[in-house]
């Protein structure tokens, strides 16, 4: 498994940037998975707050969760504190 920093640095970044890199998928397939660049893989996954970061669209959110296999959802695009107050999926997930 992959090394991924301090748990603040962790904790300070999307759940995206954390699970490929303890599934040890590579940015590279990562992109490809979401039919999207490695840039857009970089920005997503940048620092909550960092001024260069991306919020993903609904579509990405959905495709991060079917992906993932339920393990990023909605909420953890988010930072801790709003995502604690965040909750459910997309409704086409909940169905």
């Not at 490809?32 to 669209?57: I, K, M, N, Q, Y």
Request: neutral net charge; aromatic residues 12%.
């Amino acid at each position: 498994m992959s090394q991924i920093g301090s748990k603040a640095s962790a904790e300070n970044r999307p759940k995206l940037w954390r699970y490929y890199r303890e599934q040890d998928f590579t940015v590279i397939e990562v992109a490809r998975a979401f039919g999207r660049s490695r840039e857009w893989v970089r920005r997503v996954c940048l620092p909550f707050g960092h001024p260069d970061r991306l919020t993903p669209s609904e579509k990405d959110v959905v495709a991060a969760y079917e992906w993932s296999r339920g393990e990023i959802g909605p909420a953890d695009w988010y930072p801790p504190g709003l995502s604690a107050n965040l909750s459910g999926l997309p409704e086409e997930l909940a169905s």
